[in-house]
C-alpha cells in the first residue's frame, strides 16, 4: 500500500478528529477508497477504538432516490441511532463516477435532504471530518491523471498543519473582531454583510482534510449586494456555471445560472434558510493550487472567497445572534485573483489574492 | 445488470425479509456484491422502506483485527444501537479472497466474538436474511468459473420456494414430534441425541437464502457418540478437514482433525457452550448439487446432514428446555450418500441420502 495513504489515515485519526481508546468511530467510505478505509481500520484499532464501516455508494444512493416516491422519504431513524451513540465520524469522498446522481430529479434531493435533516444535526454535533481518497473518477472530474491527481491530494492533505494554522490565524485576527466585510470583485460581485458577533473559525484540517480557510457567519439578514460565483459549482452530479443571487435585507431575491439554473433554484427552494448566507469562508491553502471541482479543495485556493447559500455552523453563531437553518449547505466561489479586494470594516485586507500579512501585498 | 440479480433481490425483500413500507432495512454487502446491493436499494426504495448500507469488507476487518490488542475488544455499541431501531438485516455475502482473514490469530477471533456477541444478539432477534453473491474470490474457492458459479448460486437462489417448502413439510412431520435422532454413517459416525421437546424448522429461504434444510436443537446433554465431519469446513479464512468429536453427557471431550486442529481446538475453547451441540440439521435442496466450500450451501445438500456447535436458534427451544448458550455458531458436514442413515425412534427415516418419502427409498 502506498505509505502516503497510511500518513493519510493517521492525520484524519490523530490531528483531525483525536481518536480516543474506548471510541466508537463510523468510516463511511466508498468502495474506491477501500485502501484508505482498510488503512483507517488498522489505525483506529491501534488506537483501541472501535469502528463501523458504512458503504457510501453513490450507485445504490441512485438506485434508491430513483426508487421511493418523493412524498415517501423517511428520517432513517436507524442511521440517527447509530450517530447518537458515536464519538466520531469520518467521511471518505471518492467519486467512481461523478456523474452517477445526475439522472435524480433535484426535487427528489431536496426532500431526502429534509428528510435527513434531524441525522445530519447529530452528526454535525460529533467530532467529524469529510476527506478526499484519490480514485479514478475524481481524478476524471479534475481533468488529471490519476497518478498527478495522487500527488495533487496527498500534498494538499499530508503537511504540516500546525504551521497552516498560525499563517491563517492572521486572518482570524482580523476577521474575528470585525463588523463588516465588503467583498469586490470586477464590475460583477459587489457585497457587503455584517459579521458583528459572530465567531471566525480557522480551519486547520480538524472537519475537513484538507483544511485551509477561515470562515464565519454572516448576519443573516445583513447581506446586500449582488454576487456572481465565476467557479463552477458541482452539485448532486450536476454542474453549475455562472451563478449569480442578488440579496436584499439577507435574502436572495433574483437569481440566475448560464446552466442548469434549475438546480439552483430547487436548492434555494428547499426551504427559508436556504435562500439566506449561512457562511463566509477565505482560501488560504496555496498548495491547492488548482481548480479540480471538487469543493473540498476548491474552496481553500488562496485567490479565492466563499459563501454558502444555507445552514450556519453553530460554532460561527455568536450566544446573541441566530443561526441560520436550512436543509442544505451549499458553497460556491469567487475567482479573487484580479481585479478585486476583501474589505473590512472600510480596510482593504487583501487585493488580488494577496494579504495584508504577505509579501506583496499592494493595499 | 444481470436480470437474475434484480429476482435475486426481489425475493430477499418479499419473500425472505418482506420488507414494508416504513421499515428500517440494513444492507450489509461487500464491495464484490455492489450489483445485488443496488437492485435491493432499487427494491427496498421501492416498497418504501429505508436502507443503511453497511460496507462488511474483510481486508478492513483483518486490518482492524490484528491492530487491536485482544484484551481491548469493547463491544461496538453503535453498532447495536443501529441493529436495535432496525426491522430487517440484510446480510451478503462474496468473497474478494476467501483467506483475506488467515493470518488473524484465532484467539483474535474468538474474543472478538465475545464482544460482538451482545450485537448478534440483537440482530438474530430482526427478521433477517443471510445470501450470497457470486463473486469471483467465491467461485475461486468452489473451484468453478465465475460464470459456472454464477449459474449454480442462482440456480439454488431464484427458485420456487413454496414448492420447496412442502418438499421439505415431509420431514419435519418426521422429526417434530420425535425423540431420539441417531446418526450412522461408516464405522466413523454414530451419534445419539434428544430432541424431545424442541421444535423443528422448516428452512425454505426466510433467514438463509438459499435455503433447503430442515434444522432442530438437540437437548444440549444428551448427546452421545462420535462423528467425523468428513467435508471440509471453511472458518475464518482456514481450512479444517476431518474434524472428529466424540460426546458424552452432551459435552465433546476429545477432538481432533486432519488440518487446522488447532482452529478447532479455539472454537470450542470460545465458552461453554462452544463444546456442545446447538443445531442438528438435514440438508433437502437437490438443486445444489456439488460442494462449493460455502456452508450457507454445503448444509442444504440433499445428501448431508449438519451440527453445529455452539448458539441453539430460539425457535428450535421448547418453552421448558433450556438453549445451549455461545458467541459461536459453527457448522460442520457429515456426508450420508452412502452407508449411513438417519434413524428417527428406532426407525430408518433415511438410507444413503435417500428419504422414505422419495422414490428408490430403501429401508
Known amino acids: 500500500m502506498d505509505p502516503r495513504i497510511r500518513e493519510h489515515a493517521e492525520i484524519i485519526v490523530d ?18 477508497a477501500e485502501d484508505l478505509a482498510v488503512a483507517l481500520h488498522e489505525v483506529v484499532g491501534d488506537r483501541g477504538a472501535t469502528p463501523v464501516y458504512l458503504a457510501n455508494d453513490s450507485r445504490a444512493e441512485r438506485a434508491y432516490l430513483r426508487a421511493v416516491d418523493d412524498d415517501e ?24 463516477n461523478a456523474t452517477e446522481q445526475s439522472d435524480v430529479a433535484p426535487e427528489t434531493q431536496a426532500e431526502q435532504s429534509k428528510a435527513t435533516r434531524p441525522v445530519q444535526e447529530v452528526a454535525l454535533s460529533k467530532r467529524w471530518c469529510l476527506t478526499q481518497f484519490p480514485s479514478k473518477g475524481s481524478a476524471q472530474l ?54 458583528d458577533g459572530m465567531s471566525t473559525l480557522n480551519d486547520y484540517a480538524e472537519k475537513n482534510l484538507p483544511g ?33 443571487l442578488v440579496f436584499e435585507g439577507g435574502e436572495v431575491v433574483e437569481h440566475s445560472a448560464d446552466q442548469n439554473e434549475e438546480l439552483l433554484t430547487e436548492v434555494l427552494n428547499t426551504d427559508d434558510g436556504a435562500r ?26 488562496g485567490d479565492t472567497v466563499h459563501m454558502a447559500v444555507g445552514r450556519a455552523y453553530d460554532e460561527c453563531v455568536g450566544d446573541d445572534r441566530e443561526a441560520n437553518e436550512s436543509a442544505v449547505h451549499v458553497d460556491m466561489i469567487v475567482d479573487m485573483a484580479e481585479d478585486s479586494y476583501i474589505e473590512v470594516d472600510g480596510e482593504v485586507v487583501q487585493r488580488d489574492g494577496t494579504f495584508r500579512f504577505e509579501d506583496g501585498f499592494d493595499g
Request: net charge negative.
Open 73 to 96: 422519504f423517511e428520517t432513517p431513524t436507524h442511521l440517527q441511532s447509530l450517530y447518537e451513540d458515536t464519538d466520531v465520524l469520518i467521511r471518505v469522498r471518492a467519486e467512481a
Open 276 to 301: 439566506r448566507l449561512g457562511e463566509l469562508g477565505i482560501g488560504m491553502n496555496r498548495d491547492i493550487d488548482r481548480f479540480t471541482y471538487n469543493m473540498l479543495f476548491d474552496e481553500k485556493m
Open 15 to 32: 490531528h483531525s478528529t483525536d481518536v480516543q481508546a474506548g471510541d466508537n468511530v463510523v468510516i463511511s467510505a466508498p468502495g474506491e
Open 142 to 195: 479534475a481533468g488529471m491523471s490519476t497518478e498527478a491527481y495522487e500527488n495533487f491530494v496527498w500534498d494538499a492533505v499530508n503537511k504540516d498543519w500546525d504551521a497552516q494554522r498560525e499563517h491563517q490565524a492572521q486572518m482570524v485576527d482580523i476577521l474575528d473582531p470585525a463588523s463588516e466585510v465588503r467583498i469586490v470583485s470586477g464590475d460583477t460581485t459587489d457585497v457587503t454583510m455584517s459579521v
Open 212 to 244: 485551509g480557510e477561515v470562515f464565519t457567519a454572516p448576519v443573516a439578514d445583513s447581506v446586500e449586494g449582488e454576487v456572481l460565483f465565476d467557479k463552477p459549482l458541482y452539485y448532486q452530479g450536476r454542474e453549475i456555471t455562472g451563478a449569480h
